[in-house]
T-cell receptor, first 113, second 113 residues
């Protein structure tokens, strides 16, 4: 069965500092991994994904994620956080069935000035 | 810009009074999804369409129905809303590969009085 875990409900970081939002996964077969961001009262926005190839994936708004097969992790990172990055972040993995996206429970990121 | 549109953004209904939420897309994607999301939890997949093929999640209540009259439009019908159905309802679309990311609409927030 496919699943992802986001071990932190909340991450707090000062503006200008690097940020990391953690995600680990469990899949059968090749993992297709995603990060989405959700601002209050809005839908989810796609940030980046890992399909295959380079373990470091670059995405929107300066975010990147590192795929680590041995640790089954796909942590989201940004070198310098902005207050506007404050939002709810979801890690997700697809299953073998088209249309089935397994979400983590989400991590609320707060960047304080 | 290609996009996913949901109407209305906010819907108030009475307990037991049927309600229909709509979603349209200009992306020409084959796959459309309906999710339910409650108070900063992960979105929960209700059902999805691959073209005209309807796929219901096993735990989606019978109270929820869906229609997809054409590629661009999809509707969510809640036949007899209960207080527990108050939530954000998200529509999403994707291409027809498992590794395609999903594009989300802004959501409809449903209130049940």
């Amino acid at each position: 069965a496919q699943s992802v875990a986001q071990p932190e409900d909340q991450v707090n970081v000062a503006e200008g500092n690097p940020l990391t939002v953690k995600c680990t996964y469990s899949v059968s077969g090749n993992p297709y991994l995603f990060w989405y961001v959700q601002y209050p009262n809005r839908g989810l926005q796609f940030l980046l994904k890992y399909i295959t190839g380079d373990n470091l994936v670059k995405g929107s708004y300066g975010f990147e994620a590192e795929f680590n097969k041995s640790q089954t992790s796909f942590h989201l990172k940004k070198p310098s956080a902005l207050v506007s990055d404050s939002a709810l972040y979801f890690c997700a993995v697809t299953g073998s069935t088209l249309g089935r996206l397994y979400f983590g429970r989400g991590t609320q990121l707060t960047v304080w000035p | 810009d290609a996009m996913v549109i949901q109407n209305p953004r906010y819907q108030v209904t009475q307990f037991g009074k049927p309600v229909t939420l709509s979603c349209s897309q200009t992306l020409n994607h084959n796959v459309m999804y309906w999710y339910q999301q409650k108070s900063s939890q992960a979105p929960k997949l209700l059902f999805h369409y691959y073209d005209k093929d309807f796929n219901n999640e096993a735990d989606t209540p019978d109270n929820f129905q869906s229609r997809r009259p054409n590629t661009s439009f999809c509707f969510l019908d809640i036949r007899s809303p209960g207080l527990g159905d108050a939530a954000m309802y998200l529509c999403a679309t994707s291409g027809d590969q498992t590794y395609n990311e999903q594009f989300f609409g802004p959501g409809t927030r449903l209130t049940v009085l």
